[in-house]
């Protein structure tokens, strides 16, 4: 049995201790966590990364609800937006071309209800014909390319529902100053190369997601939602190892023991939750910038080199290269073809 007692500014002030025990099984299958987990830049990083997880789930309510309504007012106000498609209008590259009377519409309210109409809408994220039935479809010309195949809100990250408040006016109450700021603190985290955050950059995260949440502050869920982003920036994911690291068990017990009176229970988190934390923001990078990949083609980008910087910590790492198989083939034949 092996736990990872967090700490955060609401919790107690001792160490946080991911415990294993030394060559046992669970310890051998984990080491390589152990050693990812004691690189504080790392773990800055993988914190980071669930914080936008968090802040995925909450977002989704919010965005699927004002898309939603804003879906229903265009149909009731407009006539012709309730006509089908008979042309099956569909993007060529990036762009909507001579597409019938029935899309032409839909594109013109697009385009009118985006703040930065000038900059790229990504049309081929969407099919047209499904403006009419689908809102989401609606909702995927607001977000950055590589939502083609997402079907509902479920399936994008948080720089897809971000970008999606961003630029569509529907979203008036909040901000899109602040909105900017969590995108390209998002942006600098997802594509560090060495998958590596500072402590000064993670003071100036918690900042800017602080004053984003503060927009929300009447929703039901926004106090259990700002509670799990500063427990997540604040606890402490290092491992120790018994037997093998300064602190033995039993000092750990004593330690733990002296520092417990008055103080509410602690929560603990496995092990594996957070390799499995670890596994989905990998997983969340690895299917943005394949997919990003295959759109380029032969032309090498950021989002290119990004990949090959991922690859090569996968590769790395045992544990994750033996579970990103799939996506590590995926890489190389992208890789062959360019």
């Not at 007692?5 to 001792?14: E, L």
């Not at 049309?123 to 689908?134: E, I």
């Not at 079907?151 to 408040?165: E, P, T, Y």
Request: aromatic share 8%; glycine share 4%; with cysteine.
């Amino acid at each position: 049995m092996f736990a990872l007692i967090g700490r955060s500014q609401t919790w107690a002030s001792f160490p946080s201790l991911l415990f294993l025990t030394s060559g046992s099984e669970a310890g051998m299958v984990l080491e390589e966590l152990q050693v990812r987990l004691n690189d504080r830049g790392y773990t800055n990083w993988l914190k980071a990364g669930r914080c936008l997880i968090i802040l995925r789930d909450f977002l989704l309510p919010f965005t699927d609800e004002h898309m939603r309504s804003f879906h229903r007012d265009l149909l009731n106000r407009k006539s012709l937006l309730r006509m089908s498609c008979n042309s099956n209008c569909r993007p060529r590259g990036n762009k909507l071309l001579s597409p019938c009377r029935v899309c032409s519409e839909w594109q013109k309210e697009i385009i009118a209800h985006h703040r930065q109409p000038e900059s790229t809408i990504n049309w081929d994220n969407c099919s047209p014909p499904h403006w009419r039935t689908h809102y989401w479809e609606l909702a995927k010309a607001y977000m950055p390319r590589g939502q083609a195949k997402t079907k509902d809100g479920g399936q994008c990250d948080a720089s897809a529902l971000l970008n999606l408040i961003n630029h569509c006016t529907r979203f008036s109450t909040v901000d899109p100053k602040l909105v900017r700021e969590v995108i390209r603190m998002r942006n600098e985290l997802m594509h560090s190369c060495d998958f590596r955050v500072e402590d000064e950059w993670m003071g100036q995260y918690y900042f800017v997601l602080k004053h984003f949440m503060q927009q929300f502050s009447r929703g039901p869920q926004i106090a259990s939602v700002k509670e799990q982003i500063e427990e997540m920036l604040t606890v402490d994911l290092s491992i120790y190892v018994s037997g093998a690291d300064r602190m033995d068990s039993a000092d750990l017990v004593n330690e733990l023991q002296s520092d417990s009176d008055n103080q509410r229970p602690k929560p603990e988190i496995c092990a594996d939750l957070v390799s499995r934390w670890e596994s989905e923001l990998l997983q969340e990078m690895l299917q943005e910038i394949l997919q990003v990949a295959a759109e380029d083609g032969d032309t090498m980008t950021q989002d290119t080199r990004q990949l090959k910087s991922l690859s090569g910590f996968l590769q790395a790492n045992q544990d994750l290269s033996e579970r990103f198989s799939e996506e590590l083939q995926a890489i190389d034949s992208l890789q062959a073809r360019q």
